[in-house]
């Protein structure tokens, strides 16, 4: 979802408690494989506050090598 988000609008915003519902999985579990994606290069993240200065969440976008891997999951599930 981070590498399509990137593609079409340059990065995606979410909080991690609402994307983990919505993935149907513990926020724990999310942490987890952010930090995975971190290590590998794969994504990188910035926070987002807003005009008051507290933290929204975080921005993400997908590294050049995480579009490209994105794309070979892609191609390896057809």
């Known amino acids: 979802m981070v590498a399509r988000e990137t593609e079409r609008h340059g990065r995606v915003s979410f909080r991690k408690l609402d994307f983990a519902k919505r993935l149907g999985c ?27 200065g507290a933290q929204l969440g975080n921005e993400y976008r997908a590294t050049e090598a995480g579009i490209v891997r994105a794309e070979e999951i892609k191609q390896q599930s057809s």
């Open 26 to 52: 513990c926020e724990h579990s999310l942490d987890r494989a952010i930090a995975k994606l971190r290590r590998e290069g794969l994504i990188v993240s910035k926070p987002v506050f807003d005009e008051r």
